[in-house]
């Protein structure tokens, strides 16, 4: 044993025990630097939560190869990738990246050659250390010399590994030490209580509970005490409304336009809103539960009448709720003989629409590359012109008698802005 003690290599051993321990937490610290947060302000509990569930990732990949050197550059650039990703995420839409998200991969795919991305000096100065840390381990061999031999090392990082798993596994852990998303506000969030931690405890939010003392009789009991109940809500007439006296019904959701004249604070030399405002028509305002981004959370409000104030911030209700049939306007005004469309001159994977829409209750649903007129483009996009002169031909070539419920979501305003 003494014999052992005198030819174990310390200054090695420390070195190993160095990056072994320092590693999530630089990892950490990398990325919330990326993503705008301070390395001083962060309480203890926050960077330990945060550095085990890096700490899970790293020492299984150290048990599993025996590099330690070579998995802490890995680690580390990983850290500085999913930083960046949720910094420009944020800065296009702001939001950070959410658990919900990765189901809309194709949507951000879509659009994201449009966006422009501009390097912070957080970014450019990440990139620079960890390039010189590159160069000076390559030219030490570090990634060589530091590495695991043992077979009981390894074994000893694979527990610890599998130990760090812990609150990946069961976010709550995560809040016991402090680390807790706000709904409200996620880029607050993942900047003061960390990304990685503040994303694993919004998982605890994938499923909505259940309100308390919530059935399907209660459910009938509220409607059924309403005037109408559900036949109220398509039309006074009621049953007696004959088929000829419907009109049809064409609901435009018109991508980005809002009246900022209204605001009160946006000065102009003439009205921008003269020509809807003298429109013989009944005018009222729609206020967005969304800003930014989540196209699908507002036709969601509108189609079925819920709020997105009941459900976690950033959610996506299309890919996450409406999973059988639901009942919304285009099922109500089916059942009155409507025949009910949608359309959205975009991709038709976009939130989930080719799925969500039929569940919905429509009969029929066109993205771009099913549009029956001659496409004129926008900075990218389909335009409103086009999307426009489709509903035209919806009702130029209706059935006779058949009476039409059109939903039309444009996409020519869709960013990104200069």
């Keep these: 044993m003494e014999r052992v003690l005198k030819n174990y290599n310390y200054p090695l051993a420390l070195r190993k025990l160095l990056f072994l321990a320092a590693t999530p937490i630089i990892a950490f610290y990398i990325m919330q630097f990326i993503y705008g947060g301070y390395p001083w302000s962060y309480p ?9 569930c890096i700490g899970a990732l790293y020492y299984l990949l ?79 061999q570090i990634y060589l010399r530091i590495r695991l031999w043992g077979r009981w090392y390894r074994f000893a990082l694979l527990l610890i590994g599998l130990c760090c798993t812990a609150p990946v596994l069961h ?6 030490m402090g680390i807790s998303s706000d709904v ?4 607050k969030s993942y900047r003061e209580k960390g990304v990685v931690g503040a994303f694993l405890t919004n998982l605890l939010f994938m499923e909505v509970d259940v309100p308390s ?24 007439a009621g049953e007696t409304e004959k088929e000829e006296q419907l009109p049809h019904v064409i609901a435009i ?3 980005s336009w809002a009246d900022f004249e209204s605001f009160g604070n946006l000065d102009l030399s003439e009205g921008v809103m003269d020509y809807i405002n003298g429109l013989d028509a009944i005018h009222g305002v729609a206020y967005a539960s969304v800003f930014g981004a989540g196209t699908s959370a507002s036709e ?21 709720y409406i999973l059988e049939p639901s009942q919304s306007l285009a099922s109500l005004l089916k059942e009155k003989g ?14 989930n629409r080719e799925k969500a829409y039929p569940l919905l209750g429509f009969d029929s649903f066109k993205c771009a590359e099913d549009m029956d007129v001659e496409l004129t483009m926008e900075h990218g996009y389909v335009s409103d012109a086009s999307s426009f002169d489709q509903i035209i031909y919806e009702l130029e070539h209706k059935e006779e008698g058949e009476k039409l419920f059109l939903f039309n979501v444009t996409i020519q305003n869709h960013g990104s802005y200069e």
Aim: glycine letters at 8%; charged letters at 15%; proline letters at 4%.
């Design 44 to 52: 203890l509990l926050v960077v330990a939560g945060n550095a085990m």
């Design 62 to 140: 150290c048990a599993l190869t025996g590099r330690i050197a070579l998995c802490s550059i890995v680690v580390c650039l990983l850290a500085s990738l999913i930083g960046t990703a949720n910094y420009f995420i944020y800065s296009f839409r702001g939001n950070p990246i959410l658990p919900w998200d990765f189901k809309a991969l194709k949507t951000a795919m879509a659009v994201s050659g449009n966006y422009h991305y501009h390097f912070t000096w957080q970014i450019i100065t990440a990139i620079v250390l960890l390039t010189a840390a590159i160069v000076w381990f390559y030219k030490k």
């Design 171 to 176: 976010p709550e852990i995560l809040e016991d």
């Design 184 to 187: 409200w506000d996620q880029g």
């Design 213 to 236: 003392d919530y059935s399907e009789e209660t459910w009938h009991e509220l409607l059924d005490s309403t005037d109408g109940g559900t036949e109220g809500a398509v039309g006074a």
């Design 253 to 255: 959701m018109n991508e």
């Design 300 to 320: 969601f409000e509108f189609l079925t009448g819920n709020s997105m104030a009941f459900l976690p911030s950033g959610s996506i209700p299309y890919q996450q």
């Design 338 to 351: 409507y025949t009910c469309l949608a359309h959205h001159p975009g991709e038709k994977s976009s939130w």
